[in-house]
């Protein structure tokens, strides 16, 4: 079954370290974005791709980096810089711009 | 005014209700609409995509008054496994999607 798949489910990140994010995506799908679910909030976007070597900042990408070197895969990198990582983190992805987008399941990063 | 505005509920309703939404939006450019559902600390689920002005799948319809600015989800003969937050997306332009924060549903039995 096609699908988009985030791994791990949960992060507990030490302060100062930087921790990586996976989203790989078989859909064949050209866009995919990172959004930041907080609670009793909407999500909030923090970077997107197009297309392979390409990426966008969204409305909240400091603290965060991210790559794109293969369709099915992006990367999401929270930093030290970030200093309020906790939350739930979305991946999506869609066939292009306008269509619906499709969601992983997640990952809940937490600050131990 | 927030660029989506949805009433955050919990709409508290009996089974076999019939139950409706309303989410607002702000840019009267804004191109394409959706509906998603999502469970309690769960992923969102695509559950209907508004273009033109409506949209109906099974016991779910959805329209778009475009010049209210206003996009609706109608329940009709709710079940208990309805319960849950029904987020209303606007699609902008340059793969910019508005969430709204959700709309709660608690169907009782």
């Known amino acids: 079954d096609g699908g988009i798949t985030q791994s791990p489910k949960y992060l507990f990140r030490k302060e100062g370290q930087n921790v990586t994010l996976s989203c790989e995506q078989n859909l064949n799908h050209d866009a995919m974005y990172w959004y930041r679910q907080d609670p009793g909030q909407g999500l909030r976007l923090i970077y997107y791709?197009?297309?392979?070597?390409?990426?966008q900042k969204g409305d909240i990408a400091e603290g965060y980096s991210v790559s794109r070197e293969k369709k099915e895969s992006f990367p999401l990198t929270v930093t030290s810089a970030q200093k309020n990582p906790t939350a739930f983190y979305l991946c999506?992805?869609?066939?292009?711009?306008?269509?619906?987008?499709?969601f992983g399941d997640g990952t809940r990063l937490s600050i131990l | 005014r927030k660029e989506v505005e949805q009433d955050p509920g919990p709409f508290n309703v009996p089974e076999g209700a019939t139950v409706a939404f309303n989410c607002t939006y702000s840019n009267s450019a804004s191109q394409s609409f959706f509906w998603y559902r999502q469970d309690c600390r769960k992923e969102p689920k695509l559950l209907m995509s508004v273009y033109s002005s409506g949209n109906e799948d099974g016991r779910f319809t959805a329209q778009l008054n475009r010049a209210s600015q206003y996009i609706s989800l109608l329940i009709r003969d709710s079940k208990l496994s309805d319960s849950a937050t029904y987020l209303c997306v606007v699609y902008s332009g340059t793969y910019k999607y508005i969430f709204g924060t959700g709309t709660r549903l608690k169907v009782l039995a």
């Open positions: 999506a992805s869609s066939i292009v711009r306008d269509q619906p987008q499709h």
């Open positions: 791709s197009q297309i392979v070597n390409d990426f």
